[in-house]
C-alpha cells in the first residue's frame, strides 16, 4: 500500500526540541521531493520545508527557518523535521508529503500533532 | 510570497445543486494551482491539479477552471460526502506554497 506515515509528535515545553519522522512504503522514496506541511487548529494549512529527492537541496518558510532543518534517509524510505526553539505557533498537525509529478504522487500521511505549552 | 485568497468563506449548497468555489492569487501564477478537500479529522486529499486536472480517483462532478489570476472550483451536483473545507494553494512562485484561507461548504 503506497502509504506516509508520521510519527513524533507530542508536548513538548517552549524552548524545546523535538524530532519528527515520515516512514514512506509502496513507493519508490528516493525518486521523490518530499515536504512538511503544517496546520494549526482551525487555521489552513501552511508549508514548512522542502527537500530534494537527492537531499542536497532544503527550502524553508521563513517561520521556520533557522529554528527546523529536514533531511532524509533515503536507505530507510524516511524524512525527518528536527525542530528546535519551538513555540505556541509551532503548535500544530504536522503532515508530510511527497513533491514532484502530481499524477504520481501519494497522498499525504494522517499527521502527527506537536502541541507546545508553558 | 503570493497571497491566495478565497471566496466565500463558507457556502451553503442544496444537496444536488451547483456549487462554485472561487480563489485569486495575487499574482500571475499561470495554471499552476491546485484543489484539495479536507474533512475533519483527515489530511488534506488533492482533488485538482494544472487548474483543471482532476487527480486520480476523483468524482468527474468536480471540475476546475481559471488561469493567470483567477480560479473557480465547481461540484456539479453536491452529495453528501462533499461537505468539507476545499483549499486552493499555488506552486508557481515558490518558496513559500501558499494556500487560500478555505472554503466551507456545507448541505443547506
Redesign the interface.
Known sequence: EVQLVESGGGLIQPGGSLRLSCAASGFTFSSYSM?WFRQAPGK????VS?ISASGTAM????SVKGRFTTSRDNAKNSLYLHMNSLTDEDTAMY?CAAGGA??D?P?????TLVTVFS | EVVMTQSPATLSVSLGERATLSCRASQSISSNLAWYQQKPGQAPRLLIYGASTRATGIPARFSGSGFVTDFTLTISSLQSEDSAVYYCQQYSNWPPLTFGGGTKVEIK
Open positions: 515536504h489552513g494549512p501552511e508549508w522542502y527550502h524553508y518558510a521563513d503532515y502530481f499524477e504522487r497522498p499525504w500521511g494522517q499527521g
